[in-house]
């Protein structure tokens, strides 16, 4: 057992290295000193300020990646997750507006509109499912489909029904009044209301797929859908259940992205976090645990980037390359390492 | 002067379609072995940043297309050996192909945005030009449109008319009785792969430097077309002439769709522009509704007469994927 764990160490330090290798010839390849770049997104981490903005970025990161164990754990490819976290902001801003002009505490319409973006993501992913589940249509293309709706649908009402006094513009809505902001830490772009939300989360994923007899059958239906069905466990069902809370909480992470960082409806409100979150999800295996400080070395890679347009004139998509060779080689280092290890 | 305009803008469907077609064929090709190529949406844009970029410097439009060739084999053979070799899911690494490759293309292209570059020319086929009708929409296009076509039969009869086809089909069917029948199955699976992916990787230099000559990033109006290729792969039923019915279909619709947004004023230019995906999950439904349980349960209660006439719609539309797609092949 110990020299299994040891084993995959090894194997998982040598993908890192391969994968930091080939980022680094991509470096040198449009000119650029890779010991350079790294030192610059790396060391402008050392700020407060910075881990901050790297926390910013985890929360919806972590919600988003929360939810993907769990259609994981049933053997779903939720690429649909995108989608649902634009849906989510779609819904909290919906509400927001609603009722930004009536008498209620503004700490509850807060609360609602997080609600709201919840049921809203459920409600983008319930569609993915439906359409899995009755249709026949992989989730892959539905879900992939639905995000590009989901996209187009935040254009139309940013320029359309909902667009700020004069002209739309590509920099979003018309920000929310002050009150209708989660409250921020002190000098920081950071709410600690996001931080609790994110781990709440994904304490409850981790429960949830380890401590639940719920959990325990959804990985049955992910394991062997077949088998599953004829133990009786209600498969399409579980499925289905998978979606909606997968739904909910990238809901929430576009909740977030409304309430706590942009404060209004942007073109590009989900900010990737859910195609990064697959991967994120993909990389930990499972273990929601993990989940958590790859999800932050994953941001504070997306915030050390945005510098290198700025210093470098680099495009700050180095930090999608990096992610993607980091979980690339990860998956081609435990295939090597079940092909290698002699088996006992 | 009316029906000019019409067969020039049908032959421009045909021009602006052979990227999808060369995606469409080189994943049918990888299906058909076995292998699900997931990554095509972002290696297609790699490989028409590449090809650009390779073009731009050697100032030979060939190096750019085998370029685009060779990035498409190249990420092709990594789904191959991660998926065949080293056992891991095809669908995973395909997925993290093409978000890396989407992101590799940005960055590495970044210094030729909206660079001014060598273009395919046009390429009238004497003779054949000059049919009316037939010639403006088939034969006034450039030389990678007539690959386009030629590929489409090319495919076509390799999979459904010769022996080496017949074993394509089986080791994507039923591997174990083709490798009972002495096919390597894993290195043909290689083979198809790396060879479908070839192909598809043609789909980035033929937009690159032809369609729409040059790199412009984000805003190539590229990145989505790999993921409806592959939804076209599924409606063509895994057959190279009605995936190429498809992806002509597709284009054809894009056209209408630019062709009539000035009388639609009160449709926003995105819902048009998304249209095609909505559409993708619409087809998918229409090719798969009818291998549901609940559908074929509603059917079996039917009155004889309506649930034949919607037995034989729904077969009509069905695609069926090759039996052992994605499923990897050991020897016992």
Redesign the interface.
């Known amino acids: 057992m110990k020299h299994t764990t040891l084993n995959r160490i090894g194997f998982q330090l040598f993908a890192l290295l391969l994968a930091f290798g080939i980022a680094s010839l991509?470096l040198l390849?449009?000119g650029a000193s890779p010991v350079q770049i790294y030192k610059d997104m790396f060391g402008s981490l050392g700020t407060k300020g910075k881990i901050a903005d790297v926390l910013v970025s985890w929360a919806p990161l972590l919600l988003a990646t929360a939810g993907l164990l769990i259609t994981f754990a049933a053997g779903l490819?939720n690429?649909g997750v995108e989608g649902q976290i634009t849906f989510g902001a779609i819904g909290t801003t919906l509400v927001l507006r609603l009722l930004q002009n009536s008498a209620m505490n503004a700490g509850l319409i807060i609360a609602l509109s997080i609600f709201a973006g919840m049921l809203a993501g459920a409600l983008w992913a319930a569609l993915a499912g439906a359409?899995k589940t009755?249709?026949?249509?992989?989730e892959?293309?539905?879900g992939?489909?639905?995000n590009?709706?989901a996209?187009?649908l935040t254009?139309?009402l940013v320029?359309?029904p909902w667009k700020r006094p004069g002209t739309g513009s590509m920099s979003g809505t018309q920000p929310f009044p002050e009150q209708f902001n989660l409250p921020l830490f002190e000098g920081l772009r950071l709410s600690p209301w996001a931080l609790v939300v994110a781990v709440v989360g994904i304490v409850f994923v981790y429960f949830l797929l380890q401590g639940t007899y719920f959990g325990l059958r959804l990985k049955a239906v992910g394991k062997n859908f077949r088998a599953a069905y004829l133990l009786g466990i209600p498969t399409w069902q579980y499925m289905m259940f998978s979606f909606l809370l997968c739904g909910a909480l990238s809901g929430a992470a576009g909740a977030l992205q409304v309430t706590a960082v942009y404060h209004r409806l942007i073109p590009s409100i989900s900010s990737g976090y859910g195609?990064l979150g697959?991967?994120v999800a993909?990389l930990v295996n499972y273990q929601a645990i993990a989940a958590i400080p790859v999800a932050f070395f994953f941001a504070a890679l997306n915030i050390g980037s945005i510098q290198l347009p700025i210093v470098h004139k680099?495009?700050s998509?180095?930090?999608?390359?990096l992610?993607?060779?980091l979980?690339?080689f990860i998956?081609?280092a435990?295939?090597?390492r079940?092909?290698l290890t002699p088996k006992a | 002067m009316e029906t000019a305009l019409i067969l020039t803008g049908l032959g421009s469907v045909f021009f602006a379609s052979a990227p999808i077609v060369f995606a469409v064929i080189g994943e049918t090709i990888a299906e058909r072995a076995g292998v699900i190529n997931l990554s095509i949406n972002g290696m297609i844009l790699l490989s028409a940043m590449g090809g650009f970029v390779v073009s731009f410097q050697t100032g030979s439009l060939f190096a750019g297309f085998l370029t685009g060739a060779l990035i498409g084999a190249l990420v092709a053979f990594i789904v191959a050996f991660s998926s065949i070799t080293l056992k891991q899911s095809q669908v995973a690494v395909g997925f993290v192909l093409a978000l890396t490759c989407r992101d590799l293309a940005y960055f590495l292209g970044n210094d030729y945005m909206g660079k001014g570059g060598p273009r395919l020319p046009a390429w009238d086929l004497p003779v054949l030009s000059d049919i009316p009708i037939v010639g403006p929409i088939f034969f006034h296009q450039d030389l990678i449109t007539y690959i386009s076509f030629l590929m489409i039969f090319l495919s076509w009869l390799w999979i459904f008319r010769t022996r080496p086809g017949l074993m394509l089909q089986g080791i994507g069917e039923r591997p174990a009785s083709a490798y009972v029948r002495g096919a390597n199955v894993n290195l043909m699976r290689y083979a198809y792969t790396v060879l479908g992916g070839a192909i598809a990787g043609l789909a980035g230099p033929a937009y690159s430097l032809s369609v729409k000559a040059g790199w412009n990033g984000t805003i190539s109006g590229l990145d989505g077309f790999g993921w409806i290729a592959l939804a076209i792969t599924i409606f063509g039923g895994w057959n190279p002439l009605r995936g190429a019915f498809g992806a002509y279909l597709f284009g054809l619709l894009q056209w209408l769709g630019l062709v009539l947004q000035p009388s639609l004023p009160n449709v926003p230019s995105q819902v048009l522009q998304v249209a095609p995906f909505p559409l993708m999950i619409l087809t998918l439904f229409l090719v798969n509704i009818g291998s549901t349980e609940w559908v074929e349960r509603t059917l079996a209660a039917m009155p004889e007469s309506s649930r034949r006439f919607f037995t034989r719609a729904l077969r009509a539309l069905r695609a069926s994927p090759p039996a052992s797609l994605g499923v990897p092949f050991e020897r016992e």
Do not use: H, K, P
């Open positions: 991509v390849a449009v490819w690429i359409l009755f249709g026949g249509v992989n892959i293309f539905g992939l489909g639905l590009f709706v996209t187009a254009i139309y320029f359309g195609y697959l991967m993909m680099l495009d998509s180095f930090s999608g390359v992610q993607g060779l979980v690339l998956l081609l435990e295939g090597a079940q092909r």
